[in-house]
Protein backbone atom coordinates (compact mmCIF):
# COMPACT_ATOMS: atom_id res chain seq x y z
CA UNK A 1 0.00 0.00 0.00
CA UNK A 2 2.90 2.27 1.08
CA UNK A 3 4.42 1.56 -2.17
CA UNK A 4 1.75 2.31 -4.21
CA UNK A 5 1.19 5.80 -3.10
CA UNK A 6 4.84 6.45 -3.40
CA UNK A 7 4.46 5.44 -7.10
CA UNK A 8 1.15 7.30 -7.12
CA UNK A 9 2.95 10.62 -5.40
CA UNK A 10 5.99 10.35 -8.25
CA UNK A 11 3.30 10.20 -11.08
CA UNK A 12 1.52 12.89 -10.09
CA UNK A 13 4.43 14.82 -9.60
CA UNK A 14 5.40 14.07 -12.72
CA UNK A 15 2.47 15.46 -14.31
CA UNK A 16 2.96 18.83 -11.82
CA UNK A 17 6.45 19.18 -13.73
CA UNK A 18 4.99 18.97 -16.92
CA UNK A 19 2.00 21.34 -15.91
CA UNK A 20 4.67 23.83 -14.87
CA UNK A 21 6.53 23.53 -17.70
CA UNK A 22 3.25 24.35 -19.73
CA UNK A 23 3.00 20.80 -21.64
CA UNK A 24 0.29 18.90 -19.63
CA UNK A 25 -2.62 21.05 -17.72
CA UNK A 26 -3.84 19.82 -14.63
CA UNK A 27 -5.89 22.04 -13.80
CA UNK A 28 -7.74 21.63 -16.67
CA UNK A 29 -9.23 18.23 -15.27
CA UNK A 30 -10.30 19.60 -11.93
CA UNK A 31 -12.98 22.46 -11.23
CA UNK A 32 -14.62 24.06 -13.94
CA UNK A 33 -13.51 27.09 -14.98
CA UNK A 34 -14.83 30.40 -13.13
CA UNK A 35 -16.96 31.93 -15.44
CA UNK A 36 -17.85 35.28 -13.89
CA UNK A 37 -15.93 37.77 -11.74
CA UNK A 38 -16.74 39.76 -8.66
CA UNK A 39 -15.20 41.93 -6.41
CA UNK A 40 -15.72 42.23 -2.96
CA UNK A 41 -16.08 45.24 -1.19
CA UNK A 42 -17.11 45.85 2.47
CA UNK A 43 -18.95 49.23 3.58
CA UNK A 44 -19.11 51.12 6.96
CA UNK A 45 -15.57 50.41 8.43
CA UNK A 46 -14.24 49.91 11.10
CA UNK A 47 -17.30 48.20 12.21
CA UNK A 48 -20.72 48.70 12.58
CA UNK A 49 -21.69 48.88 16.30
CA UNK A 50 -25.76 48.34 17.87
CA UNK A 51 -26.71 50.85 18.99
CA UNK A 52 -27.02 50.01 22.80
CA UNK A 53 -23.61 48.00 23.23
CA UNK A 54 -21.07 50.14 25.29
CA UNK A 55 -17.88 51.24 24.28
CA UNK A 56 -15.49 48.80 25.44
CA UNK A 57 -17.84 45.89 24.23
CA UNK A 58 -17.94 47.55 21.18
CA UNK A 59 -14.19 47.95 20.52
CA UNK A 60 -13.71 43.61 21.76
CA UNK A 61 -17.01 43.04 19.14
CA UNK A 62 -14.93 44.59 16.64
CA UNK A 63 -11.82 43.64 17.40
CA UNK A 64 -12.96 40.12 17.05
CA UNK A 65 -15.24 40.13 14.30
CA UNK A 66 -12.59 42.32 11.62
CA UNK A 67 -10.23 39.29 13.10
CA UNK A 68 -12.69 36.81 11.69
CA UNK A 69 -13.61 38.53 8.39
CA UNK A 70 -9.73 39.20 7.89
CA UNK A 71 -9.10 35.59 8.36
CA UNK A 72 -11.88 34.10 5.93
CA UNK A 73 -10.49 36.83 3.12
CA UNK A 74 -6.73 35.81 3.60
CA UNK A 75 -7.81 31.89 3.97
CA UNK A 76 -9.50 32.40 0.37
CA UNK A 77 -7.00 35.03 -0.83
CA UNK A 78 -9.39 37.46 -1.92
CA UNK A 79 -8.49 40.76 -2.66
CA UNK A 80 -11.00 43.32 -1.26
CA UNK A 81 -11.80 47.17 -1.05
CA UNK A 82 -12.85 48.85 2.02
CA UNK A 83 -14.95 51.83 2.62
CA UNK A 84 -14.10 53.75 5.94
CA UNK A 85 -16.37 56.01 8.05
CA UNK A 86 -14.16 58.25 9.98
CA UNK A 87 -17.08 58.89 12.61
CA UNK A 88 -17.14 55.59 13.21
CA UNK A 89 -13.13 54.91 13.65
CA UNK A 90 -13.40 58.10 15.79
CA UNK A 91 -16.06 56.25 17.94
CA UNK A 92 -14.69 53.29 18.62
CA UNK A 93 -10.91 54.99 19.75
CA UNK A 94 -7.48 53.61 19.28
CA UNK A 95 -8.47 50.11 18.29
CA UNK A 96 -10.61 51.58 14.78
CA UNK A 97 -7.43 52.85 13.77
CA UNK A 98 -6.07 48.90 14.51
CA UNK A 99 -8.35 47.80 12.34
CA UNK A 100 -8.02 50.20 9.28
CA UNK A 101 -4.33 49.37 9.20
CA UNK A 102 -4.77 45.58 9.12
CA UNK A 103 -7.34 46.48 6.04
CA UNK A 104 -4.47 48.45 4.64
CA UNK A 105 -1.79 45.86 3.23
CA UNK A 106 -1.78 43.64 0.20
CA UNK A 107 -4.75 43.11 -1.79
CA UNK A 108 -6.77 44.84 0.98
CA UNK A 109 -7.09 48.25 0.12
CA UNK A 110 -8.83 51.40 2.10
CA UNK A 111 -11.19 53.76 0.37
CA UNK A 112 -13.67 56.60 1.80
CA UNK A 113 -17.39 56.20 2.34
CA UNK A 114 -17.60 59.84 4.00
CA UNK A 115 -17.24 61.05 7.43
CA UNK A 116 -20.56 60.47 9.11
CA UNK A 117 -22.64 58.04 6.68
CA UNK A 118 -24.99 61.02 5.62
CA UNK A 119 -27.38 60.82 2.79
CA UNK A 120 -26.36 62.74 0.07
CA UNK A 121 -29.95 63.96 -0.44
CA UNK A 122 -30.18 66.32 2.71
CA UNK A 123 -26.74 67.80 1.94
CA UNK A 124 -25.78 70.64 -0.34
CA UNK A 125 -23.00 69.31 -2.97
CA UNK A 126 -20.59 72.25 -0.40
CA UNK A 127 -21.24 69.77 2.36
CA UNK A 128 -20.97 66.95 0.44
CA UNK A 129 -17.47 68.18 -0.70
CA UNK A 130 -16.69 68.29 2.68
CA UNK A 131 -18.24 65.15 4.15
CA UNK A 132 -15.74 63.95 1.56
CA UNK A 133 -12.64 65.64 2.90
CA UNK A 134 -13.13 64.65 6.85
CA UNK A 135 -13.58 61.01 5.49
CA UNK A 136 -9.78 61.20 4.60
CA UNK A 137 -8.99 61.84 8.05
CA UNK A 138 -7.89 58.35 8.86
CA UNK A 139 -7.28 56.70 5.93
CA UNK A 140 -5.67 59.49 4.27
CA UNK A 141 -2.11 59.26 6.24
CA UNK A 142 -2.90 55.58 6.36
CA UNK A 143 -2.87 54.96 2.78
CA UNK A 144 0.11 57.75 2.14
CA UNK A 145 1.98 55.41 4.55
CA UNK A 146 1.88 52.40 3.10
CA UNK A 147 2.35 54.32 -0.22
CA UNK A 148 -0.92 53.75 -1.56
CA UNK A 149 -3.65 56.58 -2.93
CA UNK A 150 -7.36 56.32 -2.08
CA UNK A 151 -8.88 55.34 -4.89
CA UNK A 152 -12.11 54.60 -4.83
CA UNK A 153 -15.31 56.35 -3.09
CA UNK A 154 -18.66 54.75 -2.27
CA UNK A 155 -21.91 57.31 -1.75
CA UNK A 156 -23.96 56.41 1.81
CA UNK A 157 -26.58 54.01 1.00
CA UNK A 158 -25.54 54.68 -2.75
CA UNK A 159 -27.38 58.03 -3.05
CA UNK A 160 -26.08 59.82 -5.91
CA UNK A 161 -27.92 62.77 -6.24
CA UNK A 162 -31.97 62.67 -6.76
CA UNK A 163 -31.48 65.45 -9.22
CA UNK A 164 -30.20 65.29 -12.40
CA UNK A 165 -28.16 69.03 -11.93
CA UNK A 166 -27.03 67.36 -8.16
CA UNK A 167 -25.38 63.98 -9.56
CA UNK A 168 -23.66 65.84 -11.65
CA UNK A 169 -22.74 68.41 -9.21
CA UNK A 170 -21.61 65.62 -6.83
CA UNK A 171 -20.37 63.36 -9.53
CA UNK A 172 -17.97 66.26 -10.05
CA UNK A 173 -17.13 66.83 -6.45
CA UNK A 174 -15.91 63.02 -6.54
CA UNK A 175 -13.51 62.77 -9.13
CA UNK A 176 -12.38 66.46 -8.50
CA UNK A 177 -11.29 64.89 -5.38
CA UNK A 178 -9.26 62.18 -7.20
CA UNK A 179 -11.64 59.61 -6.99
CA UNK A 180 -13.56 56.78 -9.04
CA UNK A 181 -17.35 56.42 -8.06
CA UNK A 182 -17.59 52.80 -6.83
CA UNK A 183 -20.23 50.47 -8.21
CA UNK A 184 -22.67 47.77 -6.34
CA UNK A 185 -24.20 45.34 -8.60
CA UNK A 186 -25.20 42.67 -5.83
CA UNK A 187 -27.00 43.48 -2.42
CA UNK A 188 -27.88 41.16 -0.20
CA UNK A 189 -29.66 43.34 2.34
CA UNK A 190 -27.19 42.31 5.26
CA UNK A 191 -27.55 44.95 7.07
CA UNK A 192 -31.52 43.86 7.47
CA UNK A 193 -30.36 39.98 8.50
CA UNK A 194 -27.44 41.32 11.20
CA UNK A 195 -30.16 44.12 12.56
CA UNK A 196 -31.73 41.22 13.53
CA UNK A 197 -28.86 39.15 14.15
CA UNK A 198 -28.14 41.64 16.93
CA UNK A 199 -31.23 41.22 18.21
CA UNK A 200 -31.22 37.88 19.11
CA UNK A 201 -27.13 38.01 19.95
CA UNK A 202 -28.60 40.70 22.57
CA UNK A 203 -31.33 38.37 24.03
CA UNK A 204 -28.80 35.51 23.90
CA UNK A 205 -31.67 33.60 21.73
CA UNK A 206 -28.88 31.14 20.32
CA UNK A 207 -31.65 29.27 18.18
CA UNK A 208 -32.84 32.84 16.42
CA UNK A 209 -29.07 33.58 15.70
CA UNK A 210 -28.46 30.37 13.98
CA UNK A 211 -31.76 30.62 12.08
CA UNK A 212 -30.94 34.17 10.94
CA UNK A 213 -27.50 32.91 9.67
CA UNK A 214 -29.23 30.49 7.63
CA UNK A 215 -31.51 33.00 6.50
CA UNK A 216 -29.20 35.27 5.12
CA UNK A 217 -27.08 32.58 3.44
CA UNK A 218 -30.28 31.15 1.68
CA UNK A 219 -30.91 34.67 0.95
CA UNK A 220 -27.39 34.96 -0.76
CA UNK A 221 -27.74 31.67 -2.69
CA UNK A 222 -30.49 33.36 -4.62
CA UNK A 223 -29.72 37.02 -4.97
CA UNK A 224 -26.10 36.32 -6.54
CA UNK A 225 -27.88 34.14 -9.37
CA UNK A 226 -30.41 36.80 -9.44
CA UNK A 227 -28.39 40.09 -9.92
CA UNK A 228 -25.90 37.96 -12.63
CA UNK A 229 -29.06 37.44 -14.29
CA UNK A 230 -30.58 40.88 -14.77
CA UNK A 231 -27.11 42.48 -15.28
CA UNK A 232 -26.34 40.06 -18.21
CA UNK A 233 -30.27 40.55 -19.48
CA UNK A 234 -29.78 44.45 -19.66
CA UNK A 235 -26.05 44.35 -21.04
CA UNK A 236 -26.38 41.78 -23.10
CA UNK A 237 -23.49 39.76 -21.85
CA UNK A 238 -21.61 38.75 -18.33
CA UNK A 239 -20.32 41.84 -16.47
CA UNK A 240 -17.84 41.92 -13.46
CA UNK A 241 -20.02 41.80 -10.35
CA UNK A 242 -19.65 44.16 -7.33
CA UNK A 243 -20.65 42.89 -3.85
CA UNK A 244 -21.93 44.83 -1.45
CA UNK A 245 -21.05 43.70 2.53
CA UNK A 246 -21.01 45.94 6.01
CA UNK A 247 -18.16 44.59 8.01
CA UNK A 248 -20.86 43.84 10.92
CA UNK A 249 -21.09 41.13 13.20
CA UNK A 250 -23.62 38.89 11.08
CA UNK A 251 -20.37 38.49 8.02
CA UNK A 252 -17.77 37.90 10.35
CA UNK A 253 -19.93 34.47 11.42
CA UNK A 254 -20.85 33.32 7.79
CA UNK A 255 -18.36 34.62 5.54
CA UNK A 256 -17.03 31.88 4.78
CA UNK A 257 -19.82 30.19 3.28
CA UNK A 258 -20.69 32.98 1.65
CA UNK A 259 -17.69 32.83 -0.22
CA UNK A 260 -18.11 29.48 -0.97
CA UNK A 261 -21.83 30.60 -2.98
CA UNK A 262 -19.50 32.66 -5.39
CA UNK A 263 -17.43 29.45 -5.84
CA UNK A 264 -19.96 27.04 -6.32
CA UNK A 265 -21.90 29.39 -9.30
CA UNK A 266 -18.51 29.83 -10.42
CA UNK A 267 -16.85 33.57 -9.70
CA UNK A 268 -13.33 34.26 -9.39
CA UNK A 269 -12.78 36.93 -7.07
CA UNK A 270 -10.92 40.48 -8.46
CA UNK A 271 -10.24 43.35 -7.13
CA UNK A 272 -12.45 46.34 -8.15
CA UNK A 273 -10.37 48.03 -9.94
CA UNK A 274 -9.98 45.19 -11.95
CA UNK A 275 -14.13 44.82 -12.26
CA UNK A 276 -14.51 48.41 -12.80
CA UNK A 277 -12.02 48.31 -16.24
CA UNK A 278 -15.18 46.41 -17.70
CA UNK A 279 -16.76 48.85 -20.35
CA UNK A 280 -19.64 48.92 -18.38
CA UNK A 281 -18.43 51.12 -15.63
CA UNK A 282 -16.50 53.42 -17.96
CA UNK A 283 -19.28 55.87 -17.11
CA UNK A 284 -21.56 56.34 -14.70
CA UNK A 285 -25.23 55.53 -15.18
CA UNK A 286 -26.50 59.04 -15.78
CA UNK A 287 -29.98 58.31 -13.13
CA UNK A 288 -30.80 60.65 -10.66
CA UNK A 289 -32.74 59.01 -7.47
CA UNK A 290 -33.06 59.24 -4.19
CA UNK A 291 -33.24 55.70 -3.67
CA UNK A 292 -30.12 53.93 -3.87
CA UNK A 293 -30.44 50.62 -6.64
CA UNK A 294 -28.32 48.27 -7.82
CA UNK A 295 -26.26 49.50 -11.19
CA UNK A 296 -28.24 46.78 -13.31
CA UNK A 297 -31.58 48.69 -12.57
CA UNK A 298 -29.82 51.89 -12.86
CA UNK A 299 -28.39 50.58 -16.59
CA UNK A 300 -32.13 48.79 -17.23
CA UNK A 301 -33.51 52.45 -16.52
CA UNK A 302 -30.63 54.02 -18.63
CA UNK A 303 -31.87 51.91 -21.68
CA UNK A 304 -35.21 52.10 -21.29
CA UNK A 305 -35.73 48.18 -20.49
CA UNK A 306 -38.86 47.07 -18.28
CA UNK A 307 -37.61 45.65 -15.29
CA UNK A 308 -40.41 44.11 -12.71
CA UNK A 309 -38.31 44.41 -9.65
CA UNK A 310 -40.90 42.80 -7.52
CA UNK A 311 -39.80 39.50 -9.21
CA UNK A 312 -36.45 40.47 -6.89
CA UNK A 313 -37.65 38.05 -4.14
CA UNK A 314 -37.24 40.07 -0.42
CA UNK A 315 -35.38 38.65 2.79
CA UNK A 316 -38.01 37.04 5.20
CA UNK A 317 -40.74 39.04 6.81
CA UNK A 318 -39.55 37.55 10.04
CA UNK A 319 -36.11 38.17 9.35
CA UNK A 320 -37.74 41.63 8.84
CA UNK A 321 -39.68 41.98 12.03
CA UNK A 322 -37.69 40.68 13.66
CA UNK A 323 -36.12 43.59 16.04
CA UNK A 324 -39.71 44.84 16.03
CA UNK A 325 -41.83 41.81 17.91
CA UNK A 326 -43.46 42.83 20.58
ZN1 LIG B 1 -22.58 52.48 4.19
Redesign the pocket.
Given at each position: MKKKTATVHRYTEALLQLGALGLFSVTAQAAPLPEHQVAVTF??LPYVMPGKTSRSDNQKDALAANRAILAALRHDAVPVTA?VNEDKVQALGSPGTEILAQWNQGALALAN?AAH?VDSNVLTPAQFENEIKEGERSIGPLAHKAGRKLEFFRF??NHVGDTEPKRIALSEIVRRLGYRQAATTIDVEDYLFNDAYECAHSAENSADEARIRQAYIDYARIEIPYYQALDEKIMGRDVPAVMLF?DNRLNAAVLPQILDLFRQQHYRFVTLAQAQSDPAFTQEPKIATKFGPMWGYRWAQERHIPIDGRLEQEPPEWVRLYCHKP
Open positions: DDFHHPFH
